[in-house]
């Protein structure tokens, strides 16, 4: 089974977050990098993180990520993973399954995360299949308050 680890986004290896890429058929189900960040700026419940093969102590000095990934530690006991891709050079190895469950341990070592949730574009079967695996449910929101493609899943926390 594939380990991950996630570090921090800083001056040295933010030309390799942004050089991280998807298919083109993949861009419709999920934003840019670049934005995800200017995100994380504005609101310091999001934690960008870039993700690396292998656990800690992390990666060696010129090592290249293998995915990006942001959390967002709650306000209100839910804890979300948001954004996770994985540079298309490395899908479909086992990346994107590790990632979501280091996701998982990281946010449940909150005490007050309650629940964790995410959420995917309707069509995005890869991440559906993926967020089964992990342990996710659909979690039934108020359609009007949510956009009608996107589907929420919600999982315990703590
Ligand atoms: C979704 C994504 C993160 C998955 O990462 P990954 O590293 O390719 O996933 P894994 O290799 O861990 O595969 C996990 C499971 O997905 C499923 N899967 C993989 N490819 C699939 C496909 N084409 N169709 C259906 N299921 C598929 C399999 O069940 C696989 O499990 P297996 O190893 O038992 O076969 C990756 O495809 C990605 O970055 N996509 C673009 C960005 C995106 O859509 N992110 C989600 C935003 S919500």
Redesign the pocket.
Known sequence: M?EVSFHQITHENLNRCLALK?SQE?EH??CDNARSLAEAYVNSRLHPYLIFDGREPGPKPKEKPI?FIMLEFPGDGIGFVL????DSE??????????LQEAIRRLRKYPDVTHIA????NQ????K??CE?VGFQIWQLDPNKIPPTEQFLIMKGN
């Not at 954004?83 to 994985?86: H, S, T």
């Not at 995005?124 to 991440?127: A, C, E, L, V």
């Open positions: 594939k998807i993949q189900f999920i995915g954004r996770l891709m994985i490395h899908q479909g190895k086992g990346y994107g399954y590790a990632a995410t959420s995917h574009h995005n079967i890869r991440m299949v993926l695996k």
